[in-house]
DNA sequence: GCAATATTCAATGATTCACTTGAATAAAAC
DNA sequence: GTTTTATTCAAGTGAATCATTGAATATTGC
């Protein structure tokens, strides 16, 4: 017969991974990281946090195994450490939306009114640009659109986006994506360009979802 | 520009559901309620833990939402709030496998040694299931069976199998499956059938894989 | 109504966690 | 070799978590 501490020890290890992604700020970074490997200071700013707080909560990670390090001079990358990571998050955050109870009010809070933003699916995008009467706009940070985005997308990150208008094909209709379903940088953009007169929708998700998906990519 | 404050708690809600799992004891629990619902007495027993301590962890599990429960006379009956608890429980431990360091060595301390225990896949017991040469044994306690099981298996549970091993058709090979991958019912059955000289292996997962996958399932 | 059973509640102490602050490293630039 | 920059370490504080104990509650059977 077993041994019960032997088996507690087992699903204590087996707890570990969910463990590391059970703080809101480690999420955060789990988020961004699925975007591909940024610096600790890079992090730090992103999830708003001082920068020994961000660092511990990457050895946090580090420790679990979710993601890995590498040095580059003075600088350290962290990554995930494989596609289950990314996995793991994108189911996590979908059993967070079926059954958290106050999650909507909340993204609410932070993403405003979504109602009046229209947005499409991958399969629609998908077969939009087999049509080819779409431009598909990437918002991120430039490292992010380089480290993967969808094939055939234009980057002008959001922060950009107001004095670039111009870089942006006329007549074609837009679709903006960032980084996952609570990303707010696909919203500014659609809400920019339709106050521009420039026809606009978001993805309903982002590039790793795309990507996960097994749908046309490019790098650089 | 979106606050940082609505950000900070839409991402805490997000970790609300890794914070359920985040623990080995409810990990156990959801382990063991992938299989069908039991009750707080019943759980209690699986996870070698107080009545208080149990029912403290699921009511943990019911305010993340990852649960439901429901009143019978004096017994309360918990269960998974949907299959998507299932994906993130499986997800996670597929996590866990590949990235938290130490789990290969506490898995052997509680199971054993693996390797001469005969393992097949599910798609392989799937195509000899269809040529018809081989038994299918359901070594789970008999509510678990009859929640749900693999099409045309037979039900002895593992503490009725010794006394029971007569009614196990002559001849055939026998596939014995429990829980998942981390459950020692169906490696104990092996061993004890090898030892009796009946030609036995293991189903590498369990039921709620083989039910995910969309195979053949039966209930009663 | 009263006793029995299943579950939950409430209070406790030990442990871990999240964040802050200020000091310590380690590589690069001068 | 000293300074600069990016990251980590170490110590401290308040809050949350976990298992334990014993009491409280709700339903059933009498």
Redesign the interface.
């Known amino acids: 017969m ?3 501490a ?14 590391a ?8 970074l789990v ?1 961004v990281l699925a975007q591909g490997e940024r610096s600790v200071e890079e992090l730090a700013a992103e999830i ?1 946090q001082t920068l020994a707080n961000t660092s511990q909560h990457l050895q946090r990670l580090l420790r ?3 993601v890995q390090s590498r040095r580059e001079g003075t600088r350290i990358y962290y990554s995930l ?2 596609e ?2 990314g ?2 998050w994108r ?6 939306q ?6 909507e009010q ?2 609410a ?4 009114d979504r109602s009046k933003l229209r947005t499409i699916t991958r399969d629609v995008l998908r077969s939009r640009l087999r049509d080819g009467d779409v431009v598909v706009l990437d918002v991120r940070p430039e490292a992010e659109y380089a480290a993967g985005h969808i094939r055939g997308a234009i980057s002008i990150p959001i922060h950009d986006l107001r004095s670039r208008l111009g870089d942006i094909p006329d007549g074609a209709e837009v679709v903006a994506y960032c980084r996952g379903p ?1 990303c ?1 940088f696909a919203d500014e953009a659609v809400r920019m360009l339709s106050r521009k007169g420039i026809s606009a929708a978001r993805l309903e998700d982002g590039f790793p979802e795309w990507n996960q998906a097994h749908l046309p990519v490019a790098r650089s």
């Open positions: 077993a041994d019960h032997a088996k507690a020890a087992l699903y204590d290890a087996l707890a570990e991974s969910a463990k992604l059970a703080n809101g700020r480690r999420a955060e988020d708003d679990s195994g979710l450490a494989s289950v990571v996995d793991l189911t996590m955050r979908r059993a967070a079926e059954h958290v109870s106050g999650l909340l993204a809070d932070y993403l405003g609570f707010v």
